[in-house]
């Protein structure tokens, strides 16, 4: 059966997404960066579809995306010096580590750390933030291979999955940042300025 396929400016899309979210479905969704797959990331039917369809291993923990800045601290502790660094980051672009609460996921926590994004796309400043739902994800793509972002080609390699949500995506992943060490220990990508100590004042 084909996914349903939805513009994330669709009248019906926070019924679609709950409806989803509450009855084990996949999702695939934009985000400012790359299309995630993902869905309830306490459904471990879901998670499970979500790893045999990337082909992605049992040990490798999924991202949280979040609504807003003011959900973080439901699923991980922040200081002082880290609630800057995270109002400094998101919205935006970047996938942060954090020290993670007992309320985190487990699928989304590694050895006490969860990763962490607040996405700077109107489906997460919209329908998200409406339903004040949390979604794992990760981009789609089969393990090891670069992220899709063409629709139909996503349609033709993940079209078992229940829910597309259309969006524009600019195609190169979130940097990936860990702010449970300091310095701040970048992953994949790069700092922004602000967090950069080698970067000169203006």
């Known amino acids: 059966m084909m996914p349903r396929v939805l513009p994330v400016d669709d009248p019906g899309i926070d019924l679609a997404l709950l409806e989803a979210l509450e009855t084990s479905q996949v999702i695939i969704f934009p985000t400012e960066t790359v299309y995630g797959i993902g869905g309830n990331p306490w459904d471990e039917l879901i998670l499970d579809r979500v790893r045999s369809l990337k082909e992605r291993g049992s040990d490798q923990p999924f991202t949280l995306h979040l609504a807003d800045v003011s959900s973080i601290d439901k699923y991980a502790h922040l200081d002082a010096a880290t609630s800057r660094q995270v109002e400094q980051l998101l919205p935006g672009p970047y996938t942060l580590l954090l020290p993670a609460r007992p309320e985190a996921p487990p699928s989304a926590v590694r050895h006490g750390v969860v990763g ?87």
């Open 116 to 202: 962490i994004r607040v996405p700077d796309h109107p489906l997460f400043s919209g329908a998200i933030s409406r339903l004040q739902r949390a979604l794992f994800g990760t981009s789609v793509n089969r393990s090891g291979q670069p992220p899709l972002s063409d629709i139909d080609r996503i349609i033709q390699e993940f079209g078992h999955v229940d829910l597309i949500v259309t969006g524009s995506v600019r195609g190169c992943p979130s940097s990936i940042l860990d702010l449970t060490s300091t310095p701040v220990r970048v992953l994949r990508g790069s700092l922004p300025p602000s967090l950069n100590p080698d970067t000169e004042p203006l």
